[in-house]
């Protein structure tokens, strides 16, 4: 996949079928646009383009922090794992952000990228204000020798399958629902830290992720999971907090690999979540903890 950081890096051989948003879960509602334009992009023997942005806009206008369901790096590898040609992934400037609809469509849809089919959301907006959407796009874009493909949300029952209900449902720790909504299972990735090295003293081994500080987490306790290292998947349980029993101070997303031989360190790893089986919290030995995380393995079968 060819990444690009910055619009004016863009230089390509090659037409496009390009969707745009932000694309956080990248879940299952987005994967209706992404599968457009690969299908398109096949018949059309055009590259397929996702175009996104550093941060949300959303964000940056209303100036609240925002937590995503993926960071921008993992975002970035499951569009590769999903075979799109192009990312074209741009911070949110301010000149970005007033370039009329129009000129946005100009500038970066047909001189940057090079687009001949737009496929978006029917609730998408652009350009200065939000002033331009879908409607729009299909009232207009035939000027510019584009053709617009409107899709419309995918549905969960009566609601919208959108990057707003899955962060609900994360924030509850429902994770099989967080799951059937992003269509595979809710992740952290990342390069395997030093910890407090306590895992020696638990009897298992022990892989710590530090989190984006920008990501959505579940909320703190204790996870069945499976971590992949290099390439191999592992039963793994995973303690999203602050390790009271040890004192901590920030949130570590912290897996026991019963089983694993081999060191850890430095090596990267993804870690998928699937139920959540107790909430965290402190302990008043050492050996109470270490029973408690042997009870924990008994019961998820390892």
Excluded: W
């Excluded at 089983?259 to 030995?285: C, I, N, Q, W």
């Amino acid at each position: 996949m060819d990444y690009f950081k910055r619009a004016n890096d863009i230089q390509l051989d090659k037409n496009t079928i390009v969707t745009a948003g932000k694309f956080d879960g990248v879940h299952r509602g987005h994967r209706i646009l992404i599968d457009r334009i690969k299908e398109l992009a096949a018949s059309e023997n055009c590259s397929s383009a996702v175009l996104t942005f550093t941060t949300s806009p959303q964000a940056m206008l209303s100036h609240k922090k925002s937590l995503s369901i993926l960071d921008n790096a993992e975002r970035r590898r499951l569009l590769e794992r999903d075979k799109i040609d192009l990312l074209a992934e741009l911070p949110f400037t301010e000149r970005l952000r007033n370039l009329e609809p129009d000129e946005f469509i100009e500038e970066i849809l047909v001189k940057k990228l090079r687009c001949r089919v737009f496929v978006v959301g029917d609730d998408f907006c652009f350009g200065k204000n939000r002033a331009g959407n879908a409607e729009y796009l299909e009232r207009e874009s035939h000027r510019f020798g584009i053709r617009t493909e409107v899709m419309s949300k995918l549905m969960d029952g009566e609601r919208e399958i959108s990057s707003t209900y899955v962060r609900e449902e994360l924030v509850k720790g429902n994770i099989p629902k967080v799951n059937e909504l992003l269509g595979y299972p809710f992740l952290a990735e990342g390069v395997i830290v030093h910890g407090q090295h306590n895992g020696h003293l638990l009897g298992f081994p022990t892989a710590n992720i530090l989190p984006d500080g920008n990501k959505l987490l579940p909320p703190a306790g204790v996870y069945d999971t499976r971590i992949e290292i290099e390439e191999t998947r592992y039963k793994s349980i995973t303690n999203i907090g602050v390790r009271p029993t040890f004192n901590g101070d920030h949130v570590t997303i912290e897996t026991n690999i019963p089983g694993f031989s081999g060191d850890l360190y430095g090596k990267f790893a993804k870690v998928e979540f699937y139920e959540f089986t107790r909430p965290e919290r402190r302990f008043g030995s050492l050996e109470e903890l270490k029973a408690q995380i042997q009870s924990d393995v008994r019961s998820l079968g390892f």
